[in-house]
């Protein structure tokens, strides 16, 4: 059982800049391919970003391709969400999830079997 936890959440303003980390608890985390997700406020779970268990490859949603930048130290077991020129509409709880088995990268929730509990983002206007 893999365990994910978050951190780096808060509150910015917009334009800022926030970087999210999520610690896996699994030492074969090199082996898993990554994901964040993110859920605001009356809204379902979406996906943000992914990266492959090599790092090598990365994938983005339109909304934030240009802004944030997912990356991964595995010998930290720890993924990373770089996010710069926040806005508003980026506010939301920001999940981190793992997808093992050396599976691809995936912006599907439904492929991803371990979730952190989740980091709020709050970004002012």
């Known amino acids: 059982q893999v365990q994910l936890v978050e951190s780096g959440g808060g509150l910015v303003q917009a334009g800022g800049s926030l970087r999210l980390s999520c610690a896996a608890s699994?030492?074969?985390?090199?082996?898993?391919?990554m994901g964040w997700f993110r859920q605001a406020p009356g809204k379902e779970r979406e996906f943000v970003a992914a990266?492959?268990?090599?790092?090598?490859?990365?994938y983005y949603a339109d909304s934030v391709k240009g802004r944030f930048t997912i990356s991964r130290d595995n010998a930290k077991n720890t993924v990373y969400l770089q996010m710069n020129s926040l806005k508003p509409e980026d506010t939301a709880v920001y999940f981190c999830?793992?997808?093992?088995?050396?599976?691809?990268?995936?912006?599907?929730?439904?492929?991803?079997?371990?979730w952190g509990q989740g980091t709020q983002v709050t970004v002012s206007s």
């Open positions: 699994e030492r074969t985390f090199s082996s898993y391919a």
């Open positions: 999830a793992a997808r093992g088995g050396w599976g691809s990268l995936s912006p599907y929730q439904y492929e991803y079997a371990y």
């Open positions: 990266i492959s268990w090599s790092g090598g490859s990365t």
